[in-house]
């Protein structure tokens, strides 16, 4: 009865797993994880990624203006 | 004969005793994992229907672990005060303060990494001010903001009613205005006029508006490793700027106090009674570490918080990036729910633990569902916006830590429905009142504008803190006082 809440953690562990898993790449492609850079100093595509959202951003403002 | 016949009685009656509370607890066992069943059905059919809600299933299995920390660790900023100024015993604030240093610590990588998406907020004296209001509504409704939302999970109804409170207060104050603008000094609305907010947004007409936009947005947002002149995202400025000096060396000093005014004098007495030698530093020292340790269960639930903390801004992080969007507003407009998003197109979407704001948004939906306009302030019209909260990423962090909550409380057996009494009642509104105040002027409660502020090297985060100390050493103060008075009444109609 007590090995219950095994199931909990490991129900938890699983999801938590696949979040991770489904989450961490796409930073790790763009070059985002690189200690000690600030991720932006990694590679070139970043800059343009954030530059893409700030007029994605910008476009809605103005949409809603 | 007799006798044996009442002692086989006597047994049968202990067994069936046994035999009763362990059904009792295969129950409650079962509802713990019905309730894990439905988060992880949730997750399922929504990803199945839509790979969006992806992004809200972060916000949710991250939620139900900080429930089953707080749970655990009997995580309580109201207890960690009150048990420090009413009783002397300073075990649950050391815990805290160590669960915050360990946060830091987990915080500190994914800082330098870049990937951190805690943003500082405004640093002036309205931190310790709100935090000050923050303390004395924690202590008079006996639990903080996320001690309430754990508690409810344990069945306590009396933190239901302070999460009610605290949701209405905030919700009306963002919006009030009329004759409280009254009360707003000339320079702020000038100020407030000067930003140039959208003309939704009806910026002179309410006090929570022009205090935001005349006040505090013109208050430098600074982290110990800007003040040292270092870039956040590098090794120096996360790890020495926010980490040693704006976290490790407060916390330190912080700690030497608690254990010289608190902890020292019952240690060294006991150790003495012991026959064991506590002179010199090597002593104190040695009592200073025993203080630190006592509390393993807060510190370790802690320290699973802050890893907890810390994965779910990679992920969302992560997400962020694969989706193309930098708040989940955008998300949200993509799968047709485009009802409550603020006139930038957003929603609350803090990628880390918050408790607040998504209780406020919760209210202000409803509201504005009910006809009373909501949309033209800035905290949910410019910032926040009202999403519906089924859809509202944050409540589902909130509802899933309420779950996580029951969950552990459940299979520990400490899962009570307790109703409040009107006393207790009265009190749990009172005291989310001025949390719900304290709450809105400092930005955050003792999660968002302390624990993860400080543990991110903010400097309004110890500001926010030294204000919730005062705040509750007044709110003990008075409860001394309201309890004196009390049992004197009693006593005195007693004839006594």
Known sequence: MKSDLWVVFAVTAAFMGFLIGYGVPPVQEVGLLAMGHGGAAAVEEPADVEAAMEQQFEDLQNLMK | ?496
């Not at chain 2, 802690?302 to 708040?327: E, S, Y």
């Not at chain 2, 949309?375 to 410019?382: E, M, Q, R, V």
């Open chain 2, 1 to 496: 004969m007799q006798q044996q016949v009442t002692g086989v009685a006597t047994a049968d009656l202990v067994m069936d005793k046994a035999a009763l509370e362990d059904a009792e607890k295969r129950k409650k066992r079962r509802w713990a994992l019905g309730l894990l069943g439905f988060f992880a059905f949730t997750s399922i059919a929504t990803f199945i229907y839509n790979e969006y809600y992806i992004y809200l299933s972060v916000y949710l299995w991250f939620g139900l672990i900080y429930g089953m920390c707080l749970q655990y660790g009997k995580f309580c900023f109201s207890s960690a005060f009150r048990d420090l100024f009413a009783i002397r015993v300073p075990r649950m604030l050391v815990g805290i303060v160590i669960a915050t240093l360990l946060f830091g610590a987990v915080s500190a990588p994914i800082t330098a990494a870049g990937l951190s998406t805690f943003h500082a907020a405004p640093v002036s004296s309205h931190a310790i001010i709100a935090g000050a209001i923050f303390g004395i509504g924690m202590v008079i409704a006996g639990g903080c903001a996320s001690s309430s939302l754990y508690k409810t999970g344990e069945g306590n109804m009396n933190a239901l009613i302070v999460i009610l409170s605290l949701s209405l207060t905030q919700a009306l104050f963002a919006d009030v205005g009329g004759w409280t603008n009254n009360f707003v000094p000339e320079a702020w609305t000038q100020s407030a006029l000067e930003k140039g907010l959208p003309a939704s947004i009806t910026v002179t007409d309410g006090w929570v508006d022009q205090y935001l936009a005349g006040y505090v947005w013109n208050k430098p947002a600074v982290t110990y490793a800007d003040l040292l002149g270092m870039t956040n995202e590098s090794v120096l400025g996360a790890f020495v700027g926010n980490l040693l000096v704006g976290i490790l060396l407060p916390a330190a000093l912080l700690l030497a106090l608690v254990y010289a005014l608190y902890w020292r004098k019952g240690y060294r007495k006991k150790q003495q009674k012991a026959g064991k030698d506590v002179s010199g530093l090597m002593g104190e020292l040695a009592g200073y570490w025993s203080m630190i340790i006592a509390n393993k269960r807060t510190a370790t639930a802690g320290l699973i918080l802050g890893i907890a903390c810390a994965l779910q801004m990679l992920v969302i992080q992560g997400l962020r990036v694969k989706f193309g969007f930098k708040n989940a507003g955008v998300m949200l407009e993509r799968i047709g729910f485009d009802f409550g998003l603020s006139v930038q197109g957003t929603v609350f979407d803090p990628g880390y633990w918050y408790v607040t704001t998504q209780e406020a948004q919760w209210v202000g939906w409803t509201l504005q569902k009910m006809g009373i306009e909501n949309l033209d302030n800035i905290y949910f019209g410019f910032v926040n916006g009202i999403p519906n909260p089924a859809i509202n990423p944050a409540d589902w962090m909130s509802f899933a830590l309420i779950g996580g909550a029951a969950i552990i409380a459940l299979y520990h057996n400490e899962f009570k429905f307790k109703k409040p009494t009107w006393e207790t009642a009265m009190w749990s509104v009172i005291g989310g009142f001025f949390m719900g105040i304290g709450a809105r002027l400092g930005l955050g409660c003792n999660v968002g504008a302390f624990f993860v502020r400080v543990a991110n090297g903010d400097c309004s985060g110890w500001l926010f803190g030294l204000g919730m100390a005062g705040g509750a050493y007044l709110g003990v103060q008075f409860f001394n006082w309201w309890t004196e008075r009390k049992l004197a009444k009693e006593m005195e109609s007693c004839g006594l």
